[in-house]
């Protein structure tokens, strides 16, 4: 074609109003802002006259509930969603709608256009996540991000004409993270942070690193002078006046109005005047227009100071970045405040082992001086019990516990005296001579009572030894006593036995327990002073650790060994070893035998063993007034304090203490009972004593201190154990406070109250980070390293149903689908988790099961961070139901992806194909069958991938199948391995039916998008099947006017229309054979393409015809066609080579309309153009005369005819395509004709293919000569006649044409020789066709020939050897049907 | 319609019949041909100068009276009675020329 016009295929001249309200259906307000819009005046006009294409991208587009935007048409018309609305458009809307895009976006088209560019050019759709854009919305440049994707929208004919963007907004969510990630880091480091300025500069780095958000701080605090004192500052140079290094609080003409601060309110300051020139911009282009004072609260008192916020002037100052402000400006507070109370409690550490050296020397000098104080309480007491605990209960009580206790004081002090002469080797023995094994039997026996009480077995094996041993009694005694009181604290069942027995020269004393054993490597320290097992199970661990070390002295006083044996968990044995007589001994220290027997403290050592039996007679008379252990101490007081005290006296004297002053209190007995309590109840405090068995109180306060649930538990020791190590390791173990008994009950209750009210402002900060995280629309988690999860919040367990009661979660957690019955949402989660645990920080949305085992989706941000108590990394996140969101993005999703393909499809085939294999991708199904039940005998089946008939179905689905088809139209039914729906067919009703296989099952939402997608695939097969029979009505009409149904011989034509689907084109060729034998050649190309131009080709074709046969003179021909065009419409500028051709001769006279020149390849390898005869196309001045030329076409050369669209290409001259043209002609003149014709198709090709509508027409002259004749002999003259004239057009010489001649004359004589014996009169066949370089000439007959034939063999050799020597190459094929000689003459 | 073909035998005056043959000679016309030789006695000379086709069929009826014919022949049949090997046994001329000695 010389010219493209736009023919517009669909539509109406008439605007009516009801079809514009047929485009705008779905509801909505969009819908009819959009249907308002006067479309007429954009380039896109009325929606009535708009194609299919945007049609249906319109209504994809209003009837998704996802934000999206489009834009159509050369100026990029703009269209959007309520959606897009809603979330994006703002005020624009809807003065949007139907403008360009490049208006209605201009303040970001430099962003966006050269996206919206790369769409429209390269039919590429684009990916952009997260991307910041200043949108004008809400009449101001504001920061916002959008995660989009641009794809291409195309017209009815495939060329990309529009944009469709699908758009999340995402600025909430980076701005939310951005916050959260300043908030997260000022929170990541406060346990190496020791003073206030560390703490500043900590915070100022970390706010320094959030300049969007802060583009500038300034942290002031007050003093008491009146001033504010800048203490940090972000993003200010030195020296900015805006942050000077002091204010007045309350000076009206200071830079910061601090007295609003001062008094706990916030201030917003409008950045206006002098100080405020030059401000940091932080990471925007323009500083910002206001600041936000807020202050620096101080709980119970005047704020710390304020904080100076310069404000992002991109964001509105709403609720939720005032809320970020002041988190910043708590978290600060928080800093400092605990950074002044890091610095309080180092002051009161010191103190504390001042306190401590002082009492040791205080110690050491005068521990003996308590023996007569003590010595005047314990008479007396003695005396005042026996007076008045007979009559005043409660006193005696009383008076029991000082007695008690008084003993114990007594014994600690006498073992401490004992000790202290020992270690000056102040010890004098007084040996006298005794029966060991009376003394001995004696001594066990004070201890029977309790051992018995204890439920165990004492067993005494003394027998008399005979000799005397040498002993200090009142030592011995010691001895006796701390090793039988050892084995009771250590055994709880079994016996406990005292042996004596003689061996050789000496005495052995055995004491053997069947307790709990001493582990062998604290053997060897077992003697040390001091020493002492910690953390093993026994009665109480009061004691001194003295015990055992004055045993061993003693022993070795008396010239004696001690040992000791033990298996762990089996018992101890303890053997002395004595000699016996007195010559190891000193002499001045042997005394004679009479001395005391029983030592004045063994009431203590018994008394003491007793106490640490339950139910103890000696406590007896108040056991009914201490609280069983664990038992809770109702209080109308709501703090509770948790005690945990061996000590029966002190847990019972605590308990009452603090449940006096207020307190609700649980008592319990060791550190392990505590911490059961304190994981199942939070305290506001525990009080524990240090020395504990099973769990003692520092390893309860570090057990306490691990836990999360309980790390922030405050917690005060009490402990006998005065000394600067004691304390700073019970601080160190991260107890609150350190209390050393004995200690007056007013100060304890001042150290637990001070010590609460600490704690409660101390996690202050924790308990709003609790109740925030608490309040968070979002589900809350926190997971250690490795993926357990470790906190939740209310919103976690709202969404998936799992509780805190239930934590940790260690992975593989109980939300996972199931890896069996949802192998791909399990693997998505295990992925998903992998990156949790392996990456910094990440979002990702994955399907998870809800306890109650339904299927959500939830979107998950998490971030790794450390934990800033225990140092440890953990990861922080948060996530989000999204199944709705999720759901509909796939319904969107696989609606766009369904509608795109069927939007493709040309063909109710490849629609119903298209279709098959979206739901293929779409399920991942094993197959996807279209069943179509209609008129024919079976219902036709087509799948997705490969070809299937009925009868290859199973019985069973084949049933099933029908069964569907009976049902009601667009109603999902699935099974457990597959689902199926009904719809209507252009043909009948269709089933699809997905065979899910076992994988998956098939939820409500599937059964929901499968009715979606059936919804509109049932329209869409409608318009391709409506799209078919347009175009077989075309093609029929086109195959009726296109061209002869059968050509004359020597000719080949092509023709392909640039249109597709439709074959029909505005060019054509014609051949008519006219009355003389003379043939018509007409080759034309109207201007347009499609039906319009075919339209007119077909009148114009016809007319031509008519004239040929009426006059055949071409050039008057084409003037009566200059009238006929004149009057049709669409005709005017028709190109037309018209001409006549003398098939015999060769001869052509033709003239030209406008139309390229015919291109002649000689057989000698020239090439001529036929370039006469031309004058202007059609109809452009009727009337004119034309010319007309003559051409002779040599034999053996061929003519090549064609319409432009062969040889024009863009930016190329016609000449060079023509001369292209000649060059491919000139390469395939030795070949046949239609073969010719395909090479000049195929190689003349541009690499997209023909853009225009192409005709082509070849002749190769003479034309092949095909004769026909009976098997007779006298046929054979007719048949040599026209073979001889046929080879004279070829242009042979004589000698050849003879030869020629000879070898056909024999192949026909052959033939019919056969024709003769087997069946006379049968057929036999002659075809020569001439090639420029050979003729081809062939012999078929229906006959088989015999190689040696008796009647007629003598010359029949003769017939061959002539027909091999006659031409090139003889082949003769036979077959069932009959034998073929095929000959080749080259032509010299 | 058979083939054009004719024949006319005439004496020559040193007794040698001369028999110019014209037309076409194909297997419809050979016969004709074949007849004619067998009437001949005596040398016979074929001129086959007015022939204008001449293919196997004929050329196996001049084989069969080779022993006593000699042929005239145009260049336009020459290639025919060289590759059948006929021009080896019988004597061969040219149009015009004299009559071997």
Redesign the interface.
Known sequence: MCEVTEVRVAGSDDGDDSSTADVFVTGGDVTRDLAAVDWSATPLGPPAEWPQSLQTAVDILVSSRFSMWMAWGPRLTFFCNAAYRRDTLGRKYPWALGRPASEVWAEIWDDIGPRIDTVLSTGQATWDEGLLLYLERSGYPEESYHTFSYSPLRDDAGAVVGMLCVVREDTERVIAERRMTTLRDLGSDPSVVRTEQQMLTFTSRQLGRNRRDLPFTATYLFGEDGLARKAASTGFADGHPAAPAELVVGDAASVWPAAGPARDEPVVVDLKGTPFTGLPTGDWPEPPSQALLVPLLQPGATPYGFLVAGLNRYRPLDDTYRGFVELVAGHIAAGIGSARSYRAQQRRAEELTELDRAKTVFFSNISHEFRTPLTLIMGPLEDLRSRVGATDERAGQDLDVIHRNGLRLGKLVNSLLDFSRLEAGRMQGRFEPVDLSAVTTELAGVFRSAIDKAGLRLDVDTPPLGRQVHLDRGLWEKVIFNLLSNALKFTFEGAITVAVRADHDQAVVTVEDTGIGVPEDELPRLFQRFHRIENVRARSTEGSGIGLALAQEIVSMHGGTITADSVAGEGSTFTILLPFGSAHLPAESLIPAGGTTVAPDASAYVQEALRWLPDSTATGSRSAQEPPSGLQVASTGATRVLVADDNADMREYLTRLLSDAGYQVTAVIDGQEALEAARATTFDLVVSDVMMPRLDGLALVAALREDPRTASMPALLLSARAGQEASIEGLHAGADDYLIKPFAAAELLARVRANIELARLRTHQARWRTALVDSLQEAFFVCDADGAVIEINAAFTEILGYGSEGLPYYPVHPWWPDPVTDPQGHQAVADAFATLVGQSSGTYTIPVTHRDGHRLWARAAFSQAQDPDTGQAVIVGTFRDVTAEHYAIQRDNALASMSTRLAEATTLADALSAALSELKDLWRAEAVLGVVFGDGDEPAVSQAGASLRWQDLSDERRRVLTELWDGPLLAPVSDHTWSGIVLEHPRGRLVLWIDLGTRRPFTDEDRLLLSLLAGHVGPSLTRAHQIDQQRETAVALQRAILGPSELPAGFAVRYEPATQPLEVGGDWYDTVTLPDGRIGIVVGDCVGRGLPAAAVMGQLRSACRALLLTDPRPAQTLMALDRFAAKLDGALCTTVFCGVLDPVTGHLSYSTAGHPPGIIAGSDGSTALLEGGRSLPLGVRPGRARPAAEHTIPARATLLLYTDGLVERRRRSLDEGIERAGRVLHDGRAKPVEDLAGDLMTRLAPAAGYDDDVALLLYRHPGPLEVSFPAE??????V?KALRSWLSQCQLD??QA??V??AA??AC?NA??HGHRDSPGEIVRLRAEAFADRLHLSVADTGRWKTADASSG???G??I??MR??TQNVTITTTADGTTVDMQIRIV | MPTQFSLGPHKQPDGTTVLAVSGEIDMSSAPALAAALEDTAGRLVVDLTAVEYLDSAGIAVLFDHAHHVELVVPELLAPVVTVSGLGELVTVRGPGAAPPV
């Open positions: 002999p006298a046929e054979l003259g007719r040599r004589t000698l003879q030869n001649l000879v004359g024999e004589a019919v020789e003598r010359h029949r003769h017939g050897a002539f020597a006659m």
